[in-house]
Structures are given as C-alpha cells and as structure tokens.
C-alpha cells in the first residue's frame, strides 16, 4: 500500500461523457502527479501540482483538466471522452518540491472505459 | 531529458541475480537515474536512483558506468515476486517540476 488512494477503481462510461478521476496523495506529501496509461502508448506523463500550483505539464490534452485543492487532494477532469481514452489513470505524490530528493508514490490507479 | 534505451524482455532464473542494463548516452550532467517497476497493471514501485555513484537498498543495487552513459539494476536474488516491467528514466530537476519519462521498459520474467 503506497499510501495514495484513487477512486473510482473502475468507470465505464460512454463517449462525449465527462468524469472525475480524485486522488489523495500521501499524508504530508504537497506533490500530485497524473499519468495516463494505454495499452499503446505506455505511461504517459499528463501533469504536476505542487501546494495547490501547476508545476509541470505533459501530453494533456485540451480536453483534460486537473487541480489540486487546499487540502492536497486531486482531481483529473475528462471532458468529451473518446473511445481512445480508456485507459488506466495513474496518480503519484511525493513529499519534496525538488524533483531528485525522493521517490513518487504511486496509487493503483482509475481504470476508465469508454464506450 | 535524455532518452534511455533498455532491452524489451529478459529472463532470469529464480534465486539468481538480475542484471538489468540502461542505455543513457545523452544524458546531462545534473540528470539523475531512477529505475521503476510495475508489476501487473499495479501502480509504479520506485527501486532506487542515483547520480554518480553506484547505490544500494534492501531492494537493488543501481550501478552507473563512470561516464554516465549506461547502468545496470542488480536484483541479487531475484524471485518469482519480481517479474515485472522495469523502468529506467533519467530526469532532472527544473525549478521543482519533475515528469518522469517512463519509455517502454524491459519485461523482465523470473522463471521457477
């Protein structure tokens, strides 16, 4: 157990549908990361927030959005779904603001079906 | 941040030591290695990272040539716990954003 909790574990909706993926990072940790994973594109790097702050950003798509809330928590919005966009939703958290003083921690991640 | 190239599948008997290598020629010089591994469809497990140094922890052992262009994951006696997809990534500090890079990786299996 990493410690970070995602809901839901599973989602199957259809397309032009809009989700909400959450993710409680660890206790103490101020870093949230959001990946995404396909069966033909690997893990994908989507975004960083730190206390609240966009830190860094990846191949999110426009129709993708996230934020982190005062009390650290996540949440990754997908909006006008595509059948592309099923795929395994991966958050991380890490306790440092500096990238190489620790480790991620990985949730089990959202599995999310579009139809 | 610098590619890494990493073998697609290997094998390795249980109780045996895994060598997993990493290829990182374009690496930077304030780059850090990481290794990562996922199991299944789990989450991501950090392993180890490291700079210069060659590291160690109760999971591996991270070894990286004193040029930096290439490393190896040492699993000392692997069991059937560790077959995975292992993850080297190479990433570096910019102003506290970090995005790991994760590329294929190298299915690594442990057989009985």
């Known amino acids: 157990d990493s410690g970070v909790t995602q809901t839901p574990k599973h989602l199957i909706t259809a397309t032009g549908q809009r989700v909400t993926l959450r993710c409680s990072p660890r206790s103490g940790d101020l870093s949230v990361y959001w990946y995404q994973q396909s069966l033909d594109q690997g893990l994908q790097f989507l975004i960083q927030?730190?206390?609240?702050?966009?830190?860094a950003k990846g191949n999110i798509l426009e129709r993708f959005s996230a934020q982190q809330f005062p009390d650290l928590h996540s949440e990754l919005n997908l909006s006008s779904l595509e059948l592309g966009d099923s795929a395994l939703y991966f958050c991380?958290?890490?306790?440092?603001?500096?990238?190489?003083?620790?480790?991620?921690?990985f949730g089990e991640g959202s599995r999310l079906t579009v139809l | 941040d610098a590619k890494t190239t990493q073998p697609p599948s290997m094998d390795c008997a249980e109780g045996r030591a895994a060598n997993l290598p990493c290829n990182h020629s374009t690496i930077s010089g304030n780059e850090y290695v990481y290794w990562y591994r996922q199991i299944h469809s789990q989450g991501p497990q950090y392993i180890i990272h490291g700079l210069k140094n060659n590291e160690t922890n109760e999971m591996a052992s991270l070894i990286i040539t004193e040029d930096r262009k290439s490393s190896t994951l040492i699993l000392p006696h692997a069991t059937l716990r560790d077959t995975a997809v292992y993850y080297c990534?190479?990433?570096?500090?910019?102003?506290?954003?970090?995005?790991?890079?994760f590329g294929q990786g190298t299915r690594l299996t442990i057989n009985p």
């Open positions: 991380a958290s890490s306790v440092a603001k500096k990238a190489n003083t620790g480790e991620l921690f």
């Open positions: 927030y730190y206390n609240g702050e966009e830190r």
């Open positions: 990534i190479v990433n570096r500090d910019i102003q506290g954003a970090q995005k790991l890079v």
